[in-house]
């Protein structure tokens, strides 16, 4: 008798489809994705996204594109049918975001499936309907517009009900739309988008011409406005790859890295090769648990970017890695450093915000009174002669270095009518540098500068470091560049690691790299790396921790972060036992100087952790506060 259990067969074409629909159509925003997908690929200009209940029950998407005439639309549910390929299907030279034939037949394996679409010379649209894999027959439909496709899927998973079972909260589900939809948007900004969430449309936006000012405005419009004030602009190029987009500044971070937007060739993907260069490019600027807010564009040459890695087609695969990633790395640090000492405006909203008005009190009014204003109210004294008044400054009294020569003739002892008039203080002149004269200094700890339209407070240790931080760069970039490279110590007794033949060889991949920062390192048998030098600005460390803390970054950034956060956190720490401490007292000249040098040192606006070094409060806001606007 034949044991037929191990017998191999052939699959059924439904088990097959709903076997791939697993790889595919992983949640609701799975078939949002791939239908917006296959819109654009149709020349789609309004793209109206409808769903309910986070996209179980229902979900609607309807576009202005090309249409199918009946032919094609019967085929388009067929498994591994598509247009989108070369007659010599050459999947090196992909154009077009869908090309696997894959999306309509998975969604149709496993929900209840209804296309209706036209062309704009057929006389009527045509509607075909496929339930959990079996297919109906066509049938004419009414008109909707010029041309165009309309998809409607209901009951998503019905068809596998232990899918339904992996379903996160209709909450959780919503907010996968919604970002499936927004990276699309930021993607296309010439195609206007709507999505709509039973009577409720969170996202509503016209198509914007294709450039940088409308994708920037794109980008504000999802991303919110203080993007779009805190963002510089990347435009960089290097051997036919092109790297464009807006980086945010560093201080204008993020808790984690869902803010970052990357974009191959006008696909939204999760690279991690992408994520790692760009941690790569801030990590002189962040602390290690802060993150950029980033949305960047790589374009390059079809054939030189594999997209056919995953079903899902949110990975790709690079051909030169090694060159995408310095071109990352590059160009934000160049954008970075045209920004200047420039810090996030929300860095002043925030202060402003936490600055709370109070109702009037004369007694602190009194002072601001004109002649032109009335004077002040029937028997209001003068703060100055009042001492019962005296609690209400207390601190002003205390020794703050000023900057201002008190006005010749000018006299501080007798009390004249309305000795804060503008009248009778000469205006001291502010020359037009950006950030400023230095007027005073607060606490000992906080320089306040006069700008032509506000004022700036700076914390001047904060400054002072990241100042003395970018000189010790500097001096080691030209010890490099003389051929001097990194100073080194030789360890008295090799430390032998042993990392497992994986890590240890993509470790010793990258010695060459790894020796110009210091570290001289030699194979050691099987998964065994014998580190002989180090570099003598780390002094005594733990090797072992280093070499694992790098071969994890390599695994899953593919650089050398740590050795070189390492040397930042040495520096930083050198920088910051080395600059102006708070507390010390500073007199004009030195106050000025440290504004000056700010001016003219990249990335000044914050400090060696992302943190501002200034706030500019201008002086249309300060009048607000006040209710002088």
Request: proline residues 6%; negative net charge.
């Amino acid at each position: 008798m034949t044991d037929t259990s191990h017998m191999i067969r052939r699959l059924p074409a439904q088990t097959v489809n709903r076997i791939a629909a697993g790889e595919v159509i992983e949640r609701p925003a799975s078939v949002i994705k791939e239908i917006v997908e296959n819109a654009l690929d149709a020349g789609a200009t309004q793209i109206d996204i409808r769903y309910e209940d986070g996209g179980r029950t229902v979900i609607t998407v309807t576009d202005d594109g090309s249409g199918m005439d009946q032919a094609n639309l019967f085929l388009a549910v067929e498994r591994h049918a598509t247009s989108k390929l070369p007659d010599d299907s050459d999947l090196l030279n992909i154009e077009t975001m869908g090309f696997r034939g894959e999306a309509l037949p998975s969604i149709g394996s496993v929900a209840r499936l209804s296309l209706t679409s036209q062309t704009e010379t057929d006389d009527s649209a045509w509607e075909l309907r496929v339930d959990g894999g079996a297919k109906q027959e066509l049938r004419p439909a009414p008109r909707f517009g010029l041309h165009g496709t309309r998809v409607d899927v209901r009951d998503l998973f019905f068809a596998t009900p232990a899918r339904l079972k992996f379903l996160k909260s209709e909450r959780s589900e919503s907010m996968a739309i919604s970002d499936v939809v927004k990276r699309l948007a930021m993607a296309n900004p010439h195609v206007g988008f709507t999505l709509t969430n039973g009577a409720r449309t969170s996202l509503r936006m016209k198509g914007i011409p294709l450039s940088e000012d409308g994708r920037l405005v794109r980008l504000s419009k999802i991303l919110g406005d203080d993007f779009g004030a805190n963002a510089v602009a990347v435009d960089a190029d290097r051997d036919g790859i092109v790297l464009t987009g807006f980086a945010g500044l560093p201080t204008f971070s993020r808790g984690n890295s869902a803010h970052q937007y990357l974009f191959v060739n006008g696909r939204p993907v999760r690279d991690k090769l992408l994520h790692g260069a760009v941690r790569g490019a801030y990590q002189d600027f962040l602390a290690r648990d802060r993150h950029p807010v980033v949305a960047l564009y790589v374009d390059l040459p079809h054939e030189h970017v594999d997209v056919n890695v995953h079903p899902a087609k949110t990975e790709v695969r690079f051909r030169n890695p090694g060159l995408v990633r310095g071109l990352i790395v590059s160009a934000l640090r160049h954008a970075l450093a045209d920004a200047g000492h420039r810090a996030s405006t929300t860095v002043s909203d925030y202060a402003l915000g936490r600055i709370q008005t109070e109702q009037p009190n004369y007694a602190l009014q009194g002072r601001y009174y004109s002649q032109e204003r009335g004077g002040p109210p029937p028997g209001f004294a003068p703060y100055r002669n009042d001492p019962a008044m005296q609690p209400l400054i207390d601190g002003m009294s205390g020794m703050s270095a000023r900057v201002e020569e008190t006005p010749e003739g000018y006299d501080t002892g007798a009390y004249a009518p309305h000795p804060f008039s503008p009248s009778n203080i000469p205006p001291v002149p502010t020359p037009d540098f950006p950030l400023g004269t230095a007027r005073a200094q607060l606490h000992e700890t906080y320089i306040v500068a006069q700008t032509r339209d506000g004022i700036v407070i700076v914390d001047q240790h904060a400054a002072h470091e990241r100042l003395v931080y970018e000189q010790m760069k500097a001096k080691m970039a030209r010890a490099k560049e003389g051929g001097q490279g990194v100073a080194r110590q030789t360890l008295l007794i090799p430390d032998i690691v042993d990392l497992g033949e994986t890590d240890a060889a993509r470790v010793l991949s990258r010695a060459e790299e790894l020796a110009e920062m210091g570290l001289i390192l030699e194979p050691f048998g099987v998964g065994a790396i014998c580190v002989r030098e180090t570099p003598a600005l780390l002094g005594e460390m733990d090797v072992q921790g280093l070499l694992r803390d790098l071969a994890d970054d390599l695994a899953e950034y593919d650089e050398a972060l740590s050795l070189k956060e390492r040397f930042e956190h040495v520096c930083g720490t050198m920088a910051c036992h080395g600059s102006v401490r708070a507390g010390r007292r500073l007199n004009a000249d030195e106050m000025n100087a440290i504004l000056r040098q700010m001016e003219d040192t990249p990335h000044s606006g914050q400090c060696n952790h992302g943190r501002p070094t200034y706030v500019e409060l201008k002086l249309a806001d300060i009048e607000r506060l006040f209710g002088r606007r």
